[in-house]
Every structure is written in C-alpha cells, then in structure tokens.
C-alpha cells in the first residue's frame, strides 16, 4: 500500500510569511501609487500619448512614435499600450493606474527575483526601497514612456539570471524580448544593450545561442514596421549619430548624470518639483531630511560594494553562481551609468530610470551583506554586534518610512501650492476646467466652447492640447487668437460659452460685457490666481451685430469665403500713436480647399501717395475651425511712425495665403472679381502739437 501524501492546503502556501511579507510590500507599493491620481502630472506629452492611443483603437496603426528629444521618433509601443486602458474611457486616470499597476507588478517582480536568488532579507528591502521611493512613485504614474520602463526591465532582470545562474535556455529569450520591448517604448534603455553583449561576453559557455537568436529575430519582428518607416529619414539619423559622437562627455553632464542616479534611489532634491513654491517645500524638520543623504550615501557605497562582492566570491570562495549573481547586478549599473554619463546629449531625470530596479537590489545586498558581517564570530560581543544591528535596521526603518511620508506630503503640496515650473498643474484642475465648461454647454444647449488661451495649435501647445482631449469628443474645443491677436467669436442666431485661461485684452473684456455674457464659474490655482473663466452670452442676430459696428462696408466678400460686414477704426490720429483696428468678418460659402491652406489678413495704411507706412498681418481663428454662419471680430494695433505725414491716409485689408502669399480676390455681390484689397477709412493723420506750435507764425 502506498502512503498518502500530506495533504497541502493551497492557502498554506499562499500566506507563509515569506508570501506575507511580499504582499505586504505590494500593498504598501499600491497605495502610495494608486492615491490621488487626480494629480498626476498632465502636460502635452501626457495627452499626445493618449491622442495617439485613441488612433489605435480607430485601427489607425502607427509605425512611429511621439518625438524623442534627440530629434527622431521614438518606436510605437507607447501608443499601442495606451490603445488597452483607452478601451475602458478617456479618463486620463484610467491611463495612469493601467501604467500604476504596471509598475506594482514590477515591485512584486524585483521582490520575486531577490528572493529567488539570494534570500528574503535581500529582497524585503530591495522591493520596499523601491516601494517606497519618491521618485520611484513619481515616475511610475504618468502617462510618458519612462514611467512603462521598470516592468519590462524587471522581467530582463530574472531572464538574466534564469539563463546565468539556473542555466535555463529560455532565459536569454526573455531577456533579449523584455529589453527589446523596452527599447520599443522609448530609447534610454539603449546602454542596457551594452549590458547584455558584455553579460554574453563573460558567459558565453553558457549562452544558448539559439534561444539568443530566437529573441533577436522577434526584436527585430518588433521593430520592423518602425525601420521601415525610418528609412526615408536615415540621412537625419546619420547627421544626430555623428552629431553625438562629435560632442563627447563633459563634467558637468557625467556630474549631472550621477546627481539624477543618486537622487533617483534616495529620494534627494524632491523640491524640485515644487516649482514656484520650492522655498515652501518642507516635508518636516530639517533633520529629517538626512535620511535622503543616508539613503544617499548608500547607493553611492553600493556600488563599489556590489564589485567587491563578487571579486570577493569569485577568488576566495571559488562559487560561479553567487559571482554570476553579483555580475549582472555590478554590469548593469556601471554600464548604464558609463553610457550615460558619455552621452553629448544633456540627460534628465527619467533617463536614469534604466537602473531600476539593480540600484535598490545593489543597496539591499549591500545592508546584508553588512548584516552578515556584523553577526560572523561574535562570541563575546553579542551585545555590541546587536546595538549595531538595531542601529542598522533602525535607519533603514526611518529611511523607509521618511520616504512614505514624503510621497503623501508632495500629493497634498502638489494641490494647495504653485508648482509652476516644476510639477506644474495636476490634472485634477485641467478636470475642473472641462468639467465647468461640459456643464455650461450642456445648459446653453451648444455643443461647442470658445477658448482664449496660450495658444491654438493642438499638436505641439500644451494648453491647447490638454484641453482639446479632455472636452473632444463631445465638445469642440476652438481656439481663437492664433499668432497672439486677439479675436473673438460671436454669438451669432446660437448662444456662447466662452472658456478663458489667460488675462484678457481690455476690448475682448469689453466686447463680451457688449454680447451681454455672464461668469458662470472660475477655477482657482493653489496661489488664489484665477486659472480659468468660463462666460455664456445668449444669442444675437445678424442684425443685432451690425448695430455694434460702427462702421458698415458695402458687400464685399473674399474667395476664400469670407465675407467683411464691417470695421471700427478712430477718424483721426498723431504720428506715434497705436491706432486700434476691429474688423468684422462672417464666414460664407468656404471652398474645402481653402481650409487645407493658412491664411493671413493684411492691414496697410497708405499715404496720399500710395506708400505703406504702417501694417499689421495676422488672423486669430485657425482653418480647421471656419464653419458657414461664424462671424469673427479681429482686433488689430497699428502703430503709426513718430515722422509720418500728416492728411488723410487710407487704410486697405485684405487676405493673403501663407502656402504662396497670393492675395484672395474680392468678389462684389455678382461674384465678378473688383480687386484683392478693400479699402476702409480714410483716417485723418493730424500734426502733433509740438509741430503745430512750431509752424505757428511769432507774434
């Protein structure tokens, strides 16, 4: 009769304390990632990252990526791993704890492969100095491409070692396709590749050539459409490659390379992020803040202690696989920090998350192995080996917790102060912003807002861009004031709401209090700054309009389609004054193709003789908002020369199109073309007093 076997209880298994401690660990990594997502960091290189996952899932596949700062597309991974929590909404929350979760998982991974080949100790503190950090946490909540990197580098991490130190074929492969993937999101993992053919080098008895190649060739499958797409631009690569190979390092950039190394594990310079407010940024007493030098201090000892660990193992105590073990932690770092630290191009914080998570793992081997070391052939100084061990622990239990601490206090700094220029606005105003203005269109039944703002270009402007994906798809976000003039639609047969995020001229203040508009709400920054207005005007006639305008022109319209009802202009000035000018332009009639071309009004004023002596070019509504029925007043200054002459001048307007400057023609009410200007005024130039008293004959 064969015996039974004990039976085992899965949940045995399951909450043993080793498993107790690893969930404890990403519970404590959840939370501090998961809290407050609402103020996340959202700027332009958030949205385009969600804009172009939303053309993924209109099956609009890319074969490039957002632009990488050296100048080339990056690879289109980000954009088809943004298209996954893009299919559950628009929130950019949503993003964010899809990439959050992301790098719990890589938490819980580093604490799997710690423990797996070294010991608990080793991977209790490894996995929660990375659960811990503050910049860890920072970096692992936008939706950018560095804060996707730790999951897949954690996943290089154990197919090192299953392939170095277990011998298992399969290792390479996942090494080879998780840093290939990493490279597909964006290219500072680059140095890692270094990393790996030293790795090969060094165990090249065991490498499994095959598997090797098999993950190779899927890299390379990967990469293939972007290749592609990068053919046509090989000479721009060639020009960057010799470019960086041309600049070489500098001190200051190897110097701010390791700065960012040291900060990135110990939680130092966090104020930077306070932007405006960094003399404000005060997590706690300032003794506190030596934890982040001791957290410091120990990346930087870790580094030297990770080589001497592995020289130590490997000719004292003759072990392969702990040398192995030390090796690739030792390569790793040294490498990515010698690449970068060559690098020409200047480097930033998030470049350095390429040593996540061997920093921490360096600094977990580092404390054990002094923990080690302290309880070796203690007999008679049992006491003394145990105050130092408390002593040990102690400061790596207040780094621990200092740290925490410190991710909470920047979450509630980050929504009561000014962090222009550092974290800048969280995402939890831009909200309020679309919010205020959803529900205002909502109650004027219009299904779009009117947007004074830095900017109207959606593609590269970051407040244009914030706010045209947070209000699309079921509010049109138009932008009025292209190239800085000022502009403003009208509330023509349909009421308005106005959303403004910057101070407003005094005549567009002025012409909303003319349209009869109403505040309906104003969000406020940290600072008590107003961030935004949002104003709703009921609806005129045509008619009504007109009555405004105090000068009327006869019909006149472009070929472009636009049709001028009418202008404001003063009818006399001094040489030296500003002459403010408003035209009013209704949109009729547009040819599909004129919206595919940019456009500028002209404005000449002309002497008696026909000579220009002041001008002013510009239209503040971009192309891809003209619309049949919009009726736009455009403001322009003129600012007239000190010695002009004085008498009547005329001033003549017109468009122009930038594609080749050609005029528009100006049809009358026949459609027959009458010329490509149309003359307004005249405006009388009268002498200045100065010159008046001059000519004037003596007594």
């Keep these: 009769m064969v015996p039974s076997r004990p039976r085992i209880h899965p949940h045995t298994h399951l909450w043993n304390p080793e498993r107790l401690a690893g969930w404890g660990i990403i519970l404590l990594a959840g939370v501090l990632r998961l809290s407050h997502l609402d103020l996340i960091e959202f700027k332009a290189d958030e949205a385009n990252h969600l804009l172009r996952g939303l053309e993924v899932l209109q099956l609009r596949l890319p074969l490039i990526g957002s632009q990488a700062s050296v100048g080339i597309a990056k690879p289109p991974m980000m954009s088809l791993l943004m298209a996954i929590p893009l299919l559950f909404g628009r929130d950019p929350r949503i993003a964010s704890a899809f990439i959050t979760l992301l790098n719990v998982f890589a938490v819980a991974g580093c604490y799997f492969v710690a423990c797996r080949y070294y010991n608990q100790r080793v991977a ?121 190979a041309q600049g070489g390092p500098t001190i200051g950039a190897t110097t701010r390379a390791l700065e960012y190394a040291i900060c990135l594990h110990s939680g130092g310079n966090l104020g930077a992020l306070a932007g405006a407010s960094f003399p404000l940024f005060r997590p706690a007493h300032i003794w506190l803040r030596h934890l982040n030098g001791l957290a410091a201090w120990l990346f930087v000892l870790s580094l030297p202690a990770i080589v001497a660990l592995g020289l130590y193992v490997r000719f004292r105590r003759k072990d392969g696989e702990q040398t192995a073990k030390y090796t690739i932690t030792a390569s790793w770092l040294l490498v990515s920090l010698a690449v970068v630290c060559l690098q020409s191009v200047a480097s930033d914080m998030h470049y350095l998350v390429i040593l996540y998570p061997a920093g921490f793992l360096a600094m977990a081997l580092a404390v054990d192995w002094l923990w080690k070391a302290l309880g070796a052939r203690v007999a008679g100084r049992l006491a003394w080996v ?254 007239l020369p000190p010695e002009m002459p004085a008498g009547d001048h005329t001033l003549i307007t017109g468009m122009y199109r930038l594609s080749d400057l050609s005029r528009c023609q100006v049809l009358d009410e026949g459609n027959a073309i009458v010329g490509d200007f149309i003359p307004l005024g005249p405006i009388h130039i009268a002498p200045r007093a100065a010159d008046t008293e001059q000519e004037a004959p003596k007594p």
């Design 124 to 244: 209790i503190i490894a996995a929660t100095l990375f659960a811990v950090n503050p910049w860890a946490v920072v970096l692992s909540r936008k939706v950018f491409t560095a804060d996707l990197l730790a999951p897949f580098l954690v996943l290089h991490l154990y197919g090192l070692h299953a392939a170095i130190v277990d011998g298992k074929p399969w290792g390479w492969l996942v090494a080879v396709l998780a840093l290939g993937i990493a490279l597909s999101v964006t290219f500072s993992p680059l140095s890692l590749v270094f990393e790996l053919l030293l790795l090969v080098i060094l165990y090249r008895r065991r490498v499994s050539w095959r598997h090797l190649l098999i993950g190779t060739l899927l890299v390379l499958l990967l990469f293939a459409p972007y290749l592609y797409a990068q053919a046509k631009h090989v000479e721009e690569i060639k020009v960057l490659l010799h470019s960086a």
């Design 386 to 639: 145990r105050l130092l061990r408390l002593v040990v622990g102690g400061i790596l239990l207040g780094i621990i917790t200092w740290q925490a601490y410190t991710v909470f206090y920047l979450y509630r700094f980050v929504a009561h102060e000014d962090t222009t220029g550092g974290y800048d606005v969280p995402l939890r105003y831009w909200q309020n912003i679309s919010s205020l203005a959803r529900r205002e269109a909502a109650s004027a039944g219009v299904r779009a807002v009117w947007i004074v703002t830095e900017g109207t270009d959606i593609s590269y402007e970051e407040i244009p861009i914030i706010l045209n994906y947070l209000l699309e798809p079921d509010i049109e976000a138009v932008f009025l004031g292209q190239g800085g003039n000022d502009s403003l639609l009208l509330p023509v047969d349909t009421p308005a709401v106005y959303l403004f995020t910057r101070p407003l001229s005094e005549r567009i203040e002025r012409g909303v209090v003319q349209l009869g508009g109403q505040e309906k709400g104003s969000i406020p920054l940290p600072d008590g700054h107003t961030l935004a207005r949002v104003i709703a005007a009921p609806a005129h006639s045509r008619s009504e309009i007109a009555a405004q305008v105090s000068q009327l022109t006869p019909s006149r319209a472009l070929d472009s389609g636009l049709l001028l009802l009418g202008y404001q202009l003063p009818d006399t000035a001094q040489p030296g004054d500003t002459v403010s000018l408003a035209t009013y332009w209704a949109f009729e009639d547009i040819p599909a193709a004129e919206r595919d071309v940019g456009h500028n009004l002209f404005n000449y004023l002309l002497d008696a003789d026909g000579k220009k002596v002041a001008e002013r070019d510009g239209f503040g509504l971009p192309e891809r908002y003209w619309r049949e029925g919009l009726v736009l007043v455009q403001w322009f200054d003129l600012n």
